[in-house]
């Protein structure tokens, strides 16, 4: 079954410091995965995009990484701001009809 | 990157009256478009898929008759909510694909998937 897990479920961290969101997907045949930030009432923003021959990409203090083997990707957030509470949601794309298998999402919430 | 546009971006209407939402691509032709619904602290859910001047695909479950999905131009794509009820509120976002031979979209996966901000429908 087609299906992407994400960890945690919600995380509050202080500002200024790091965190590791978690997904694994068992999306098959594989297209590509993206990482993407939903803030409140907005729709989703593309973070990041990769395909399965890259392994690490980066997108100001945002990292993710990709580990096509064992179907697990990370987003690492640097040096976390206010701003960066959302909802982080990970989606695997299908090949052949492009279909969007999509994360239950973490929800991020940085404190002062 | 490619820029997809929603209107309204919210809306209150009375029970039984019609809603019709917007979807635009603003620099890139959508050969499909996405229409997906969100309801609180949830992920995303496909409703339909429309290919230009085609019917829309609906996913098991989204009733045909009651969300009328138009894909008539390559930059625009209409939801109409039909005589809708309070069940109906919710978040409204569509995507919008291109071609791969866009060159406006090469180097950015031009076949991928652009998401709109959504548009939040309240029923009363």
């Known amino acids: 079954k087609n299906q992407v897990e994400q960890s945690p479920q919600s995380l509050i961290i202080l500002e200024g410091k790091n965190c590791t969101l978690q997904c694994n997907y068992t999306v098959s045949p594989f297209s590509n995965l993206r990482w993407y930030k939903q803030d409140t009432g907005r729709g989703p923003v593309s973070l990041t995009i990769m395909t399965f021959s890259e392994n690490t990409k980066s997108n100001g203090r945002y990292t993710a990484t990709l580990d096509a083997d064992t179907k697990q990707s990370s987003l690492h957030i640097t040096a976390s701001q206010l701003s960066d509470s959302a909802s982080y949601i990970c989606?695997?794309?299908?090949?052949?009809?492009?279909?969007?298998?999509f994360g239950a999402g973490t929800i991020l919430r940085v404190k002062s | 990157g490619a820029v997809v546009s929603q209107h309204p971006s919210w809306v209150i209407c009375k029970s039984g009256t019609s809603v019709k939402i917007e979807c635009r691509s603003l620099d890139f032709q959508a050969t499909t478009m996405f229409w997906y619904r969100q309801f609180p602290k949830q992920s995303l859910m496909l409703m339909a898929t429309?290919?230009?001047?085609?019917?829309?695909?609906?996913e098991q479950g989204v009733e045909k008759d009651k969300f009328l999905i138009n894909h008539a131009s390559l930059t625009l794509s209409t939801l109409t909510v039909t005589s809708a009820h309070p069940e109906d509120s919710s978040f409204y976002i569509c995507?919008?694909?291109?071609?791969?031979?866009?060159?406006?979209?090469?180097?950015?996966?031009?076949?991928?998937?652009?998401f709109g901000p959504g548009t939040r429908l309240t029923v009363l």
């Open positions: 429309s290919n230009e001047g085609s019917k829309a695909t609906y």
């Open positions: 995507s919008a694909r291109g071609s791969r031979s866009d060159s406006k979209l090469s180097g950015r996966l031009g076949d991928t998937q652009y």
């Open positions: 989606v695997v794309e299908r090949e052949y009809g492009n279909k969007l298998v």
